[in-house]
């Protein structure tokens, strides 16, 4: 006697499945309709602070759309033109091509390519009301929070004073990052955008009573200072040596206000980050002859990001490793220059780094002058202790991390002020979501239950059999370089910009590398006869079809090991067989091929656009 | 419309013992019908080879004519491959199979190319023995011509092109057809379920002598509506497997100890084992009629067999029979096949 039909199919097949039949722990079908599982799945758009919509702009970049392609970035990032050559790029190295190639999509070159090719984009940018609302709020500090709030609130009709302690707004954008990275030009274009939306600047006017300004009748205040402070280094000799040495921020902040014109022949820079890269390249520009960075911990700890350091070594700059700075060391009243002593790192069992001296003698590295640029610190001697505006740990303001309220609630904070120093996407996206709190506060909502979700849209691409709206073929190009100035040329004048952007051409073959990860595969389990077709096409082994389980053990039973945790299953409703779809959504090259070689379109390719709401844009809008 | 595969795989996947990634066994994107259960089948043969660790260059892939036939096209790129005249693969195998024996030998066809138009080449394959592994994929349809039955569909069948009409002839079953003809591997599987073709497959092509697999193959666009006998949902409801079969490379050991009542380990000629954990009762795969028997009960209970009905691990192939020189025929010099005028002489001496 033989056992027929279903039950014989679990017992000869799918040993595996009675084993998962008692645990109760199976994994549960995902959840498609909740846009954050398909919102991860385009990795460079969940890893950005705004969560600016990555492929949606690099389509209209390769259709040559760049004010479409502009606009989008204009809506979430505020500053495209200005990221596109300066952002910390967290997206690239979420990029999903990373994983199946050396070099992820330049996606941060990308949105230079929309800025600097786009057409009129005045006329397309929300317009500010004749008629104001009668709010009135003050914004404290002219950065990018700062200016991304005014760009928020200002189309709804509220009043904005902001407040600044420098000639022009930009704050950090400004006074930190060198022109040979970001051409005056270009930040004044897009700082003008909204400063052109009618907002009155107190320019040149340091704020320095948080109780002065709380009496002047603002309904709100918005506090974008930033993180001002730079750090100094307390090391003997430097009271002695004071007059040839430098706070870096404070120094590149000299230099392009042109207070600073020139440097010694012989510079040091102290630290590894960002700052201290703008330092060494911006004193190779003015003066500087030999010019070495000392960073205290290994080159591959170094905070800088890769392509800065990249940059500064082409430049001719010497970066020295594991040594901390002893000594500022005086000759006849000058500077001779900085001892050093010889560490290295050791690693304990927990990881933690600690840097053990080597031994070696101390090494003297002669400097005329030396900038120290080993970080920064928050700042707000301003704020007087009596007004019940609460500050907590490291003096940073105690704020809810969702609508960033101080315990004052009339103000909010935003940007490098708020949680410390981070960037200037991390600050937009703060500013988006304080100036959300300022509207829903002065609206008299509730700051929380009444913020407005995300925008999205799902639809299908579709467009005839083995046809979609999108260009599904994927192609093999390595990352594309981007071409630089001459170097004699640009490091004569430290305002001759040294990227040169990707032409037409370099931005449409980059742009053909994004994998449209937003054209997502979305599966109909009621219509799939379970043929597997779509498993045997995927070209890299993406979908199982399997026996439910708990999750780490199902990771281990698929077409491929899904080691990848920080990416997840997309698992189906149970199946004719028993079995569920399982795909994994690791490297899933979105080729559309499973939809392609479905015969039942189960599977879909279906485009997924998600757009942070915007104060301008959605609050009146608001369904709970 | 995606003319090309990307050339993106997997990362994590390994290479296998002769260096080779799955995707060096990979063809071209196939062209059937989206859900075909042809494409099943080429993606096994491409797992099996990938397992078996093959050279893609040590393969031959042959076919006939139908949408079965071309298949090869999609898999194994990197093989020799004869897309032959209708129902001829059989001649063209045997051809380059006594020509070089060292290659091995995959031949696909479907229930036409086998059971009409190439019937006469299909029992006299079976009847030499040859050294190969012959693959129906049997839709019960010709896909290829708009669905007309084919000699393999069951009598009461109902396929979409014969407008509500069932099949009024009984169906050739080419699986009691190869058993009667003395067929020394004779199996029959299911395109939508792997976890058995896959293994069958391994063995099929580890096997010395003629292997056979029939492989029901759904034809989702003229031969998967209700009333087929061939749709996946019929198969799925009706299909009756004979055991569970796992190939062991001769490597690896067996560890487990196993029931003598109910597993079977069948040594192959290569020491490679197949170890098969039976369901049924009654039968054993090396037993011919105890196979024979259990094919018809299913049958009458109107129940698709499935699985490795029988092997005669023993048999021996066509070159075997003929005693040829271990050398391919095609590697042998004219110094090896000509004796030279002694010799002659003394034969010649030996007719006065």
Same mark, same amino acid.
């Given at each position: 006697?033989?056992?027929?039909?279903?039950?014989?199919?679990?017992?000869?097949?799918?040993? !595996?499945?009675?084993?998962?039949?008692?645990?109760?722990?199976?994994?549960?079908?995902?959840?498609?309709?909740? @846009?954050?599982?398909?919102?991860?799945?385009?990795?460079?758009?969940?890893?950005? @602070?705004?969560?600016?919509?990555?492929?949606?702009?690099?389509?209209?970049?390769?259709?040559?759309?760049?004010?479409?392609?502009?606009?989008?970035?204009?809506?979430?990032?505020?500053?495209?033109?200005?990221?596109?050559?300066?952002?910390?790029?967290?997206?690239?190295?979420?990029?999903?091509?990373?994983?199946?190639?050396?070099?992820?999509?330049?996606?941060?070159?990308?949105?230079?390519?929309?800025?600097?090719?786009?057409?009129?984009?005045?006329?397309?940018?929300?317009?500010?009301?004749?008629?104001?609302?009668?709010?009135?709020?003050?914004?404290?500090?002219?950065?990018?929070?700062?200016?991304?709030?005014?760009?928020?609130?200002?189309?709804?009709?509220?009043?904005?004073?902001?407040?600044?302690?420098?000639?022009?707004?930009?704050?950090?954008?400004?006074?930190?990052?060198?022109?040979?990275?970001?051409?005056?030009?270009?930040?004044?274009?897009?700082?003008?955008?909204?400063?052109?939306?009618?907002?009155?600047?107190?320019?040149?006017?340091?704020?320095?009573?948080?109780?002065?300004?709380?009496?002047?009748?603002?309904?709100?205040?918005?506090?974008?200072?930033?993180?001002?402070?730079?750090?100094?280094?307390?090391?003997?000799?430097?009271?002695?040596?004071?007059?040839?040495?430098?706070?870096?921020?404070?120094?590149?902040?000299?230099?392009?206000?042109?207070?600073?014109?020139?440097?010694?022949?012989?510079?040091?820079?102290?630290?590894?980050?960002?700052?201290?890269?703008?330092?060494?390249?911006?004193?190779?520009?003015?003066?500087?002859?030999?010019?070495?960075?000392?960073?205290?911990?290994?080159?591959?700890?170094?905070?800088?990001?890769?392509?800065?350091?990249?940059?500064?070594?082409?430049?001719?700059?010497?970066?020295?490793?594991?040594?901390?700075?002893?000594?500022?060391?005086?000759?006849?009243?000058?500077?001779?220059?900085?001892?050093?002593?010889?560490?290295?790192?050791?690693?304990?069992?927990?990881?933690?780094?600690?840097?053990?001296?080597?031994?070696? @003698?101390?090494?003297?590295?002669?400097?005329?002058?030396?900038?120290?640029?080993?970080?920064?610190?928050?700042?707000?001697?301003?704020?007087?202790?009596?007004?019940?505006?609460?500050?907590?740990?490291?003096?940073?303001?105690?704020?809810?991390?969702?609508?960033?309220?101080?315990?004052? @609630?009339?103000?909010?904070?935003?940007?490098?002020?708020?949680?410390?120093?981070?960037?200037?996407?991390?600050?937009?996206? !703060?500013?988006?979501?304080?100036?959300?709190?300022?509207?829903?506060?002065?609206?008299?909502?509730?700051?929380?239950?009444?913020?407005?979700?995300?925008?999205?849209?799902?639809?299908? !691409?579709?467009?005839?059999?083995?046809?979609?709206?999108?260009?599904?073929?994927?192609?093999?190009?390595?990352?594309? !370089?981007?071409?630089?100035?001459?170097?004699?040329?640009?490091?004569?004048?430290?305002?001759?910009?040294?990227?040169?952007?990707?032409?037409?051409?370099?931005?449409?073959?980059?742009?053909?590398?994004?994998?449209?990860?937003?054209?997502?595969?979305?599966?109909?389990?009621?219509?799939?006869?379970?043929?597997?077709?779509?498993?045997?096409?995927?070209?890299?082994?993406?979908?199982?079809?399997?026996?439910?389980?708990?999750?780490?053990?199902?990771?281990?039973?698929?077409?491929?090991?899904?080691?990848?945790?920080?990416?997840?299953?997309?698992?189906?409703?149970?199946?004719?067989?028993?079995?569920?779809?399982?795909?994994?959504?690791?490297?899933?090259?979105?080729?559309?091929?499973?939809?392609?070689?479905?015969?039942?379109?189960?599977?879909?390719?279906?485009?997924?656009?998600?757009?942070?709401?915007?104060?301008?844009?959605?609050?009146?809008?608001?369904?709970? | 419309?995606?003319?090309?595969?990307?050339?993106?795989?997997?990362?994590?996947?390994?290479?296998?013992?002769?260096?080779?990634?799955?995707?060096?066994?990979?063809?071209?994107?196939?062209?059937?019908?989206?859900?075909?259960?042809?494409?099943?089948?080429?993606?096994?043969?491409?797992?099996?080879?990938?397992?078996?660790?093959?050279?893609?260059?040590?393969?031959?892939?042959?076919?006939?004519?139908?949408?079965?036939?071309?298949?090869?096209?999609?898999?194994?790129?990197?093989?020799?491959?004869?897309?032959?005249?209708?129902?001829?693969?059989?001649?063209?195998?045997?051809?380059?199979?006594?020509?070089?024996?060292?290659?091995?030998?995959?031949?696909?066809?479907?229930?036409?190319? $086998?059971?009409?138009?190439?019937?006469?080449?299909?029992?006299?394959?079976?009847?030499?023995?040859?050294?190969? $592994?012959?693959?129906?994929?049997?839709?019960?349809?010709?896909?290829?011509?708009?669905?007309?039955?084919?000699?393999?569909?069951?009598?009461?069948?109902?396929?979409?092109?014969?407008?509500?009409?069932? $099949?009024?002839?009984?169906?050739?079953?080419?699986?009691?057809?190869?058993?009667?003809?003395?067929?020394?591997?004779?199996?029959?599987?299911?395109?939508?379920?792997?976890?058995?073709?896959?293994?069958?497959?391994?063995?099929?092509?580890?096997?010395?002598?003629?292997?056979?697999?029939?492989?029901?193959?759904?034809?989702?666009?003229?031969?998967?509506?209700?009333?087929?006998?061939?749709?996946?949902?019929?198969?799925?409801?009706?299909?009756?497997?004979?055991?569970?079969?796992?190939?062991?490379?001769?490597?690896?050991?067996?560890?487990?100890?196993?029931?003598?009542?109910?597993?079977?380990?069948?040594?192959?000629?290569?020491?490679?084992?197949?170890?098969?954990?039976?369901?049924?009762?009654?039968?054993?795969?090396?037993?011919?009629?105890?196979?024979?028997?259990?094919?018809?009960?299913?049958?009458?209970?109107?129940?698709?067999? $499935?699985?490795?009905?029988?092997?005669?691990?023993?048999?021996?192939?066509?070159?075997?029979?003929?005693?040829?020189?271990?050398?391919?025929?095609?590697?042998?010099?004219?110094?090896?096949?000509?004796?030279?005028?002694?010799?002659?002489?003394?034969?010649?001496?030996?007719?006065?």
């Amino acid at each position: 006697m033989s056992i027929y039909g279903h039950n014989i199919w679990l017992i000869k097949n799918y040993m !595996q499945y009675l084993f998962a039949f008692f645990k109760s722990t199976s994994m549960k079908p995902t959840n498609i309709k909740d @846009p954050e599982y398909l919102h991860k799945v385009v990795d460079c758009q969940y890893a950005c @602070p705004a969560h600016t919509p990555v492929p949606e702009y690099i389509r209209l970049i390769a259709e040559k759309k760049y004010t479409e392609a502009y606009m989008i970035n204009w809506d979430s990032n505020v500053f495209p033109g200005i990221l596109g050559r300066t952002c910390d790029r967290p997206c690239e190295p979420a990029c999903r091509r990373g994983r199946l190639e050396e070099e992820p999509v330049a996606i941060c070159r990308l949105k230079r390519v929309a800025a600097d090719h786009k057409g009129e984009v005045k006329h397309l940018m929300p317009q500010v009301p004749l008629v104001k609302n009668g709010k009135k709020i003050a914004l404290i500090g002219g950065g990018p929070a700062s200016l991304t709030v005014a760009r928020d609130l200002a189309p709804l009709g509220y009043e904005i004073d902001l407040y600044d302690e420098w000639s022009g707004g930009g704050g950090m954008m400004r006074t930190q990052i060198p022109s040979f990275r970001l051409p005056i030009e270009v930040l004044e274009e897009e700082v003008n955008y909204i400063l052109d939306m009618g907002i009155t600047t107190h320019f040149n006017h340091f704020v320095d009573s948080m109780k002065d300004m709380l009496t002047k009748g603002y309904d709100a205040i918005f506090v974008g200072t930033g993180a001002p402070k730079g750090r100094n280094l307390n090391i003997p000799g430097r009271v002695e040596a004071d007059a040839h040495v430098h706070i870096g921020i404070e120094w590149l902040a000299g230099v392009a206000f042109e207070h600073i014109k020139s440097v010694g022949k012989k510079v040091i820079v102290l630290g590894g980050g960002n700052t201290a890269m703008d330092c060494c390249r911006t004193s190779k520009r003015i003066g500087a002859e030999v010019v070495n960075v000392v960073v205290r911990s290994p080159f591959k700890n170094m905070k800088a990001s890769p392509w800065e350091i990249e940059d500064a070594l082409r430049e001719d700059i010497i970066i020295q490793n594991n040594m901390p700075p002893k000594e500022f060391i005086m000759e006849d009243g000058k500077l001779k220059g900085v001892l050093f002593s010889k560490v290295r790192a050791e690693y304990d069992k927990n990881g933690k780094r600690s840097l053990v001296p080597t031994g070696e @003698p101390d090494v003297l590295i002669e400097a005329d002058e030396v900038i120290i640029a080993i970080g920064q610190d928050n700042s707000f001697p301003w704020i007087e202790k009596d007004i019940g505006l609460e500050l907590g740990k490291w003096d940073l303001p105690v704020l809810n991390k969702t609508t960033y309220q101080s315990t004052l @609630p009339q103000v909010f904070f935003g940007g490098d002020a708020a949680f410390g120093p981070e960037n200037v996407i991390t600050a937009v996206a !703060q500013a988006h979501q304080a100036a959300i709190s300022i509207d829903l506060y002065l609206s008299g909502k509730d700051l929380v239950k009444d913020r407005p979700s995300p925008y999205v849209n799902l639809v299908s !691409q579709k467009m005839g059999i083995h046809e979609w709206m999108y260009d599904s073929q994927v192609v093999d190009d390595i990352r594309y !370089q981007v071409p630089h100035e001459e170097k004699t040329k640009s490091l004569a004048d430290r305002k001759v910009e040294v990227e040169l952007g990707f032409d037409e051409i370099a931005g449409f073959k980059e742009a053909q590398r994004c994998l449209n990860c937003d054209a997502q595969t979305i599966f109909t389990a009621n219509r799939c006869i379970e043929c597997d077709a779509c498993m045997d096409v995927c070209p890299t082994r993406c979908i199982s079809f399997v026996p439910n389980g708990e999750e780490e053990d199902l990771r281990q039973r698929l077409s491929a090991p899904a080691d990848n945790l920080t990416q997840d299953l997309y698992v189906s409703e149970t199946l004719a067989t028993q079995r569920v779809m399982v795909k994994d959504e690791d490297v899933c090259l979105h080729c559309g091929l499973c939809a392609e070689r479905c015969p039942t379109a189960a599977w879909d390719m279906q485009m997924f656009f998600y757009n942070v709401t915007k104060a301008h844009t959605g609050c009146e809008t608001v369904t709970v | 419309m995606s003319y090309t595969k990307p050339s993106f795989s997997h990362p994590a996947l390994p290479r296998n013992k002769v260096g080779y990634l799955k995707r060096d066994y990979e063809g071209a994107i196939s062209t059937l019908c989206a859900g075909c259960g042809h494409d099943s089948i080429s993606a096994t043969i491409v797992q099996a080879c990938y397992e078996l660790n093959i050279e893609p260059h040590h393969l031959a892939k042959l076919s006939g004519i139908g949408c079965s036939s071309k298949t090869p096209t999609y898999f194994m790129s990197n093989s020799h491959g004869f897309n032959s005249v209708h129902g001829r693969m059989p001649s063209i195998a045997t051809g380059a199979n006594m020509a070089n024996k060292n290659l091995i030998y995959l031949g696909v066809s479907g229930d036409g190319d $086998t059971a009409s138009i190439g019937m006469g080449q299909f029992v006299h394959v079976i009847r030499r023995n040859l050294n190969m $592994t012959y693959i129906v994929m049997n839709n019960g349809c010709y896909g290829l011509t708009k669905g007309q039955d084919s000699a393999t569909a069951d009598f009461g069948s109902v396929s979409k092109s014969g407008g509500g009409e069932s $099949t009024p002839f009984q169906a050739i079953d080419l699986v009691g057809m190869a058993m009667e003809l003395n067929a020394s591997f004779v199996a029959r599987s299911f395109s939508g379920d792997k976890t058995q073709l896959l293994p069958l497959l391994k063995a099929a092509m580890s096997h010395q002598g003629f292997a056979f697999i029939d492989v029901i193959s759904p034809c989702v666009t003229f031969n998967n509506n209700t009333g087929s006998t061939k749709a996946y949902d019929y198969v799925r409801d009706h299909i009756d497997v004979l055991g569970s079969l796992d190939f062991i490379p001769k490597e690896d050991e067996i560890k487990v100890d196993y029931d003598q009542g109910t597993e079977k380990v069948i040594t192959l000629f290569d020491d490679t084992k197949i170890s098969l954990s039976k369901l049924a009762q009654d039968w054993d795969p090396t037993d011919k009629y105890s196979a024979r028997d259990k094919l018809v009960q299913s049958k009458k209970d109107g129940h698709i067999l $499935t699985g490795l009905l029988y092997i005669d691990p023993t048999s021996k192939d066509l070159h075997q029979i003929l005693n040829t020189v271990d050398t391919p025929l095609n590697q042998l010099q004219e110094t090896d096949l000509y004796p030279g005028d002694d010799v002659l002489e003394v034969i010649n001496q030996g007719f006065r």
